[in-house]
């Protein structure tokens, strides 16, 4: 009773008609996805693409104060960035991007607090503490690392012991260095979360997951009508696809390249049979001496050896 239902429900299903629109409103909602993140991440796309500028004129061109507007327009390209220092190699800031008060001193030596994790100060700001992060803790896919269990749980346990010390600034620290002229480049960062980041990511992932779940359950329902118009077990196709999907549509594949379809009712057949075994329409070539199977381009029959003498298929 149930698949019956099923079958008639499946059965009023154009997948042609059905995939068209699937591909087109699919291809509407990335794009969508696409340019709400671009949208969303401007900031933290304008980070990165800068970020890798520098980088690679470090990379090929060493420090040197011509890098100065390029740092400049770094530092511009998000408010996650308290300022960008070049310093020569006493640690003097030379350049200043953004003016701040961090760099009144005109000097910015950082040493380790007591040999903990990655955290730096510079006895000058005795309130503000540096945690020497990866270039990737600073882009879009960490947007939250400030705010995060792991980094709280790391700053408290280092320094729990001391007064106030939830009142300490911690600013994140990147940096390039150029081992021959001893210059570097501070990047300072307040690290704020992208306004509205994670529900735009919920819902994306959401629309993505549902696109990708109409495709799963399309898949097993379009094998599931094919298997039931060529007499296979639907149900035991349909329910192999959904559990496997991509997997047990290649295995039905490769069944069905291992067989063949009646060109009259479109049942399927085994390769060997010479009639149709749903309406008796003749599918195969034979000997008429052995009943061997033969194909239109045999001369003789691979079986008994009997010349053949060519018929037509019946229509």
């Known amino acids: 009773m149930i698949f019956k239902k099923l079958d008639k429900l499946v059965g009023g299903i154009n997948f042609k008609k059905v995939t068209k629109w699937y591909i087109i409103v699919s291809l509407l909602v990335i794009i969508a996805v696409l340019a709400g993140g671009a949208y969303e991440f401007k900031d933290k796309i304008a980070f990165t693409v800068n970020y890798y500028k520098i980088e690679n004129q470090v990379d090929h061109q060493g420090l040197d104060p011509s890098i100065e507007g390029r740092l400049g327009t770094f ?36 040493t380790k ?10 006895v000058s700001i005795p309130d503000t503490y540096f945690k020497v992060t990866g270039v990737e803790n600073l882009l879009f896919t960490e947007d939250f690392y400030r705010d995060s269990k792991d980094f709280r749980r790391d700053y408290n346990g280092d320094f729990f012991y001391e007064s106030n010390f939830n009142s300490k600034k911690i600013y994140f620290l ?5 081992s021959a002229n001893g210059m570097k480049v501070y ?12 529900r735009f990511l919920e819902i994306s992932a ?28 639907a149900p035991l196709w349909g329910l192999l696809l959904l559990i496997t999907n991509l997997v047990g549509f290649i295995v039905y594949a490769i069944y069905k390249q291992n067989n063949q379809t009646c060109y009259k009712c479109g049942v399927s057949q085994n390769k060997n049979n ?40 019946d229509n």
């Open 274 to 313: 010479t009639f149709c075994s749903c309406c008796g329409t003749k599918i195969n070539e034979s000997c008429e001496k052995c009943g061997a199977i033969v194909t239109k381009q045999d001369i003789y029959c691979v079986r008994c050896g009997d010349k053949i003498e060519k018929q037509e298929a």
């Open 75 to 110: 530092a511009n390209s998000s408010d996650d960035i308290k300022d960008v220092f070049l310093l020569d190699k006493d640690n003097k800031i030379i350049y200043s991007a953004q003016n701040s008060d961090l760099s009144k001193e005109g000097k910015l030596t950082l």
């Open 174 to 178: 990147n940096y390039f260095t150029d």
């Open 187 to 198: 990047i300072i960062n307040d690290i704020k979360p992208v306004p509205n980041a994670e």
């Open 206 to 233: 959401g629309l993505l997951m549902l696109i990708f779940g109409v495709y799963w359950l399309l898949l097993a329902l379009w094998v599931y009508k094919d298997a039931g118009r060529r007499r296979l077990n």
């Open 113 to 122: 607090i007591n040999d903990k994790k990655d955290f730096f100060q510079d």
